[in-house]
């Protein structure tokens, strides 16, 4: 079997689903982790092939991406209380980069959907609370989708959410430029991602998030998205830049479906803020940003449920 700086691949890693990346499980001392190969940037190894400025440019590029990557990486692990996935390593093999993270016995969202509506709200509180605390350290996540959050049964029997694959991930200060490409799924995609897309004007910030996963909450409640005219347009985005609305289901607890609607606002200036929803959902007004020095370990992963 392959090995790669340690971990014992189970198989070949795969590009399924995996947009700009490889992946797949591997073993290393007897744990089992998810391994992702991520296809850019590309370290140049081969030097004596390649003029000697282009291997100074590319390696300045790498050293860059390596060491935006460290501390991002850092910072969301300090953010995690159970309920972003733990990042385990990150390192250069050969002319590649990888990430490992903790594998995850997943169940689908039909199980979820089986589950008590009491179970599902605490499922969303707590994604509500540590997507918040990402933004609050000034993380962007910009690829939130049902996708990229892993259900699990924990030994209680109760069912917890765990936020996945920062790769889209950048700091606030730092947003992605008009003019530079900007990856995504399209069903979760924000109107002013889209805007900045085709204007090449324009930023993007912490809202986009939030649009995203009022989106992921509707799915979690309903097992759908929010109803618009399927005829008329393919994605969610389309519709609202079009000035109509998102029908946000009426069987959703009526906190809970005020709270969606205002998360699915067109402007995202109008968008409430993960902060001030974790304090709406708490019965106060706001919540205090957690401390940098907080042990993001001593919190067990259910104790958000």
């Given amino acids: 079997m392959k090995e790669i700086n340690g971990y014992i691949l189970f198989s070949e890693l795969k590009t399924t689903?995996?947009?700009?990346?490889?992946?797949?499980?591997?073993?290393?001392?007897?744990?089992?982790?998810?391994?992702k190969e991520l296809i850019d940037p590309i370290y140049p190894v081969c030097a004596d092939l390649l003029d000697s400025g282009v291997v100074a440019r590319k390696r300045a590029i790498c050293q860059q991406f390596e060491d935006r990557s460290k501390l991002l990486y850092h910072v969301i692990n300090e953010c995690s209380d159970g309920n972003l996935v733990h990042i385990e390593d990150f390192f250069?093999?050969?002319?590649?980069?990888?990430?490992?993270?903790?594998?995850?016995?997943?169940?689908?969202?039909?199980?979820?959907?089986?589950?008590?509506?009491?179970?599902?709200?605490?499922i969303c509180k707590a994604l509500v609370h540590c997507l918040g605390r990402l933004h609050?350290?000034?993380?962007?996540?910009?690829?939130?989708?049902?996708?990229?959050?892993?259900?699990?049964?924990?030994?209680?029997?109760?069912?917890?959410?765990?936020?996945?694959?920062?790769?889209?991930?950048?700091?606030?200060?730092?947003?992605?430029?008009?003019?530079?490409?900007?990856?995504?799924?399209?069903?979760?995609?924000?109107?002013?991602t889209f805007m900045m897309m085709q204007t090449e004007t324009g930023t993007i910030d912490r809202a986009i998030d939030v649009f995203a996963l009022g989106l992921v909450f509707h799915q979690i409640f309903t097992g759908r998205l929010?109803?618009?005219?399927?005829?008329?347009?393919?994605?969610?985005?389309?519709?609202?830049?079009?000035?109509?609305?998102?029908?946000v289901d009426a069987a959703i607890p009526d906190a809970w479906r005020d709270l969606i609607a205002q998360m699915l606002k067109t402007d995202p200036r109008e968008r409430i803020s993960l902060e001030v929803a974790e304090g709406i959902l708490k019965g106060g007004t706001t919540v205090a940003a957690p401390a940098a020095e907080t042990n993001p370990f001593l919190a067990p992963a259910g104790d958000l449920l």
Avoid at 21 to 34: E, P, V, Y
């Fill in 226 to 247: 929010p109803a618009f005219d399927a005829r008329a347009y393919d994605y969610p985005f389309e519709a609202v830049l079009d000035g109509a609305t998102l029908a």
């Fill in 92 to 122: 250069r093999c050969d002319s590649h980069y990888y990430l490992v993270m903790e594998k995850i016995d997943a169940i689908g969202i039909d199980e979820v959907m089986a589950i008590p509506i009491e179970d599902r709200v605490r």
């Fill in 136 to 192: 609050q350290r000034g993380i962007v996540h910009a690829d939130i989708k049902l996708d990229n959050i892993l259900f699990r049964r924990l030994p209680s029997g109760k069912v917890t959410g765990k936020l996945i694959d920062f790769d889209n991930c950048f700091w606030e200060m730092q947003p992605p430029q008009p003019d530079e490409e900007i990856h995504g799924d399209l069903v979760y995609m924000a109107p002013e």
């Fill in 17 to 35: 689903n995996s947009g700009f990346s490889k992946w797949g499980f591997a073993q290393r001392n007897g744990s089992r982790f998810f391994i």
